[in-house]
């Protein structure tokens, strides 16, 4: 019992020492003397101890990009050596029925590879820094550390690691569940939050088959898509990044989105919902934009109503006129306008250099007024198929027909044909004609709705061309009037000229004869 005592006394002033001396270590040293003094002791570790420490981090040393290596390590770690592990932490799976567990921070755990053990370490780094209004922030950095005899070097590097990031990979494809991914405002970038994008999961159901369009024109852009998924080593020997863009164009309601989740859907693509009036500046478009991920699509809709993206670019000449202008509005503009994000800042981002650092990536622009855009940013090689969503015709009625009330010919189909041809009406509105409203409405009650309903379409349609007519003949005829007399007008005024400038000749030559 004594001795027990005497122990614990013992190990009780052995930690009270350590402590004080690592506490005057800190207090009182320098940094950089602490740095230095930390390095040779490393040394003197590596030279006394056989073991060998690699580290693997979760993002590039430059902090720009997600390591892909630490993403497959820590699939192979959750899905071989975790339920060894004593701390774990559970996730959701692909399909939500089940956990996927993996590494605890600060867990550590054992592999054997051709019966060589090895051991890895989950690892995490808090920093802390305080911020230019005197709020501390932290940060954390996760890594992997990957520990081994140093005989078996050689056979780790060349042939174990080789290993442990393909089958973390192939772990990846399979376990992947598609994002929907949305840009988070960057006073939200830190690990500990959302990071640059917030995600969920993305289950739209929509589909080509179920897409209200011609089905000529869903096949051609079916084999585009196609080709390009298998274009990696097509794109490299042209010499193009393995990238392609896509402008869908049309009025409001023609599908541009639903477009989008079809797209998705057919190549199993996560999709990047980019806004950019979030976006502080160029440099912040590219951070972003080298976050996400192959095998995506990056989407920015509506980009007529995006920034000041829109217009056509001034000729050195326009910009100087405007300068002043832009001087005196600048002051109110600044304290307005929280985005910097230029168009030439856009173009570079998504067809510059930057734009080869991921690669298997589509990029959609959605507008409902092109001529609205500059010709730059829509132009081939960066987006390359324009695909126009037009009206609701016949053919992409009869694939609404079949989604909403599962029939393929009516009586009604001849007129409803005609109709449409004649009428602008968007497939949303159509989409919404046909959906039954009660239980006891059946395809009848729905395809007579929707003959009345554009028929109702048509006669509006109609009566607004001829007040749109009867207004422009109005102005016409205004405008006819108002040259009529300013005609007039003028010929009045070169008739009281005229007699002004005779009655001036006159006057002179009477002057001239009473003088002789």
Same mark, same amino acid.
């Given at each position: 019992?004594?001795?027990?005592v005497?122990i614990?006394?013992i190990?009780?002033?052995s930690?009270?020492?350590?402590m ?20 040779y002791f490393?040394?003197?570790?590596g030279?006394l ?6 580290k693997f981090t ?21 899905t071989?050596t975790?339920a ?7 996730n ?11 590494m605890d921070d600060?867990?550590?755990v054992?592999d054997?590879?051709n019966g ?8 995490v780094?808090v920093?802390e820094t305080?911020?230019n ?5 932290s ?15 050689g056979m780790i ?11 973390g990979?192939?772990?990846?494809v399979?376990?992947?569940e ?33 897409l ?7 096949e ?13 080593d ?15 164009f ?17 190549l199993?693509y996560d999709?990047y919902?980019l ?20 095998k995506?699509?990056?989407v920015i ?6 920034l000041?993206l829109?217009?056509?670019r @001034?000729? =050195? $000449?326009e910009?100087? /006129? #405007? !300068?002043?202008?832009?001087?005196? *509005? +600048?002051? &109110?503009?600044?304290?307005? %306008?929280k985005?910097k ?5 856009l ?9 080869a ?12 007024f092109?001529?609205?855009?500059d010709p730059?940013l ?8 324009h ?7 016949f053919?992409?009625?009869k694939v ?8 393929e ?11 449409l041809?004649?009428?602008d ?13 009660s239980?006891?409405e059946?395809?009848?009650?729905c ?10 379409e048509?006669? @509006?349609? =109609? $009566?607004?061309?001829? /007040? #749109? !007519?009867?207004?422009?003949?109005? *102005? +016409?005829? &205004?405008?006819k009037?108002k %040259?009529k007399?300013?005609?007039?007008d ?17 006057g002179d ?8």
């Open positions: 019992m004594l001795e027990t005497a614990w006394g190990t009780a002033k930690v009270s020492s350590v004080l001396i690592w506490a005057v270590y800190s207090q009182y040293i320098p940094r950089h003397v602490r740095s230095q003094m930390e390095i490393y040394k003197l570790l030279w101890s056989f073991y060998v420490h690699i979760e993002h590039t040393e430059e902090g720009l990009k997600r390591s892909e290596n630490y993403n497959a390590i820590r699939n192979y770690l959750s071989n975790a060894r592990a004593q701390r774990l932490k559970a959701e799976s692909k399909n939500s029925k089940s956990l996927v567990l993996s600060h867990e550590e054992e054997v590879f060589v053990k090895v051991k890895w370490y989950s690892n780094k920093t305080q911020s209004y005197g709020r501390n922030n940060y954390e950095r996760r890594f992997f550390t990957l520990t081994f005899h140093r005989r078996h070097r590097i060349d042939t174990y690691i080789t290993h442990v990031l393909r089958e990979k192939a772990i990846g399979r376990n992947r598609r994002k929907l991914y949305t840009n988070n405002s960057s006073s939200e970038w830190y690990p500990w939050m959302s990071g640059k994008w917030s995600n969920v999961p993305f289950h739209h159901p929509a589909t080509f088959e179920t209200a369009m011609d089905p000529e024109k869903k051609r852009i079916k084999k585009d898509l196609v080709k390009f998924s298998k274009g990696k097509y794109y490299k020997k042209v010499g193009k990044a393995w990238k392609r863009g896509y402008l869908l049309g009025p409001p309601g023609t599908g541009k989105s639903t477009m989008i989740s079809a797209i998705a859907n057919f199993d999709v919902d806004e950019l009036t979030t976006v502080k500046d160029n440099s912040e478009l590219k951070k972003l934009l080298l976050e996400t991920q192959a995506s699509i990056v809709e509506d980009i007529d109503c995006s000041d829109t217009g056509q @001034k000729t =050195k $000449k910009e100087d /006129e #405007e !300068e002043d202008k832009e001087k005196k *509005k +600048e002051k &109110k503009k600044e304290d307005e %306008k985005s994000v230029t168009l030439s800042g173009l570079n981002s998504i067809d510059g250099l930057w734009s650092c991921s690669d298997e990536k589509i990029i959609i622009f959605t507008t409902n092109v001529d609205k855009l730059a829509i132009r081939r090689g960066r987006m390359d198929n695909i126009e969503m037009s009206y609701c015709r053919e992409a009625f609404l027909a079949k989604n909403f009330l599962e029939i010919s009516h009586e009604l189909y001849g007129e409803i044909e005609r109709l041809e004649e009428t009406m968007s497939p949303a509105d159509v989409a919404e004609t046909l959906m039954p409203k239980d006891e059946d395809a009848d009650v395809i007579k709705r929707l003959v009345k309903t554009v028929e109702e048509k006669a @509006k349609a =109609k $009566k607004l061309a001829e /007040e #749109e !007519e009867k207004s422009k003949a109005e *102005k +016409e005829e &205004k405008r009037k %040259k007399e300013e005609e007039a003028n010929k009045k005024t070169e008739e009281d000229e005229k007699k002004v400038k005779g009655s001036k000749v006159n030559l009477s002057e001239k004869n009473g003088t002789n």
